[in-house]
């Protein structure tokens, strides 16, 4: 997955979440800034990508590092465990099911090397791919493992923005994070 996939697809089981799930996760879905969530459905990438581009004859063309390992989420999982106990801050939390979530739409269990780093070695697994951008959109061209989840959420994302829109909440949304209960 590339942009819109991660985007929306964390947003959409987000929001599945809220409405299946018991008091405490619902609690912390409503505290939920959704601006958090949206970064962390993305974070992997962003952590990973510029340090694989700086250091590509280091990692050898891998762009799934750091961020993309059992261990990063963990680690955000237990800060954010540690913030909602003792300050009722939902934020790293949210961060964390984000970055989790995108692992899980990467398919990272079928990338053991990455995905259980260290505890299979120091290094991460070569990859040869040549351009990185025609990469990408030959991905998105031809693989409907790639075109299909980005059609998705990308179709979630405008549908987001539209409801916001027409229920004049996207101001609302772009500044707290949230969207406002109805009669709030």
């Known amino acids: 997955m590339i942009l819109f996939g991660h985007l929306g697809l964390t947003l959409a089981a987000a929001e599945s979440l809220k409405r299946v799930s018991g008091p405490g996760l619902k609690g912390l879905l409503q505290k939920a800034d959704y601006r958090i969530l949206l970064l962390g459905s993305l974070l992997p990438d962003l952590a990973d990508k510029p340090v694989a581009l700086l250091f590509k004859n280091i990692f050898m063309g891998a762009s799934r590092l750091y961020g993309h390992t059992l261990l990063f989420s ?28 995108h692992q899980l739409l990467d398919g990272m269990w079928n990338n053991p090397a990455t995905m259980l780093w260290p ?22 061209a031809t693989d409907p493992l790639t075109y299909i989840p980005e059609s998705a959420g990308l179709a979630i994302m ?27």
């Open 74 to 101: 963990i680690l955000l999982l237990i800060m954010g465990s540690y913030l909602w106990k003792r300050h009722n801050s939902a934020g790293v939390l949210v961060l964390a099911f984000g970055a989790t979530f």
């Open 158 to 184: 405008v549908y987001f923005t539209v409801l916001l829109a027409r229920k004049k909440q996207l101001a609302h949304f772009i500044k707290s994070g949230r969207v406002r209960s109805p009669g709030q």
């Open 119 to 140: 505890i299979q070695g120091w290094s991460f697994p070569a990859v040869e791919r040549g351009d990185y951008l025609q990469y990408l959109i030959q991905k998105l």
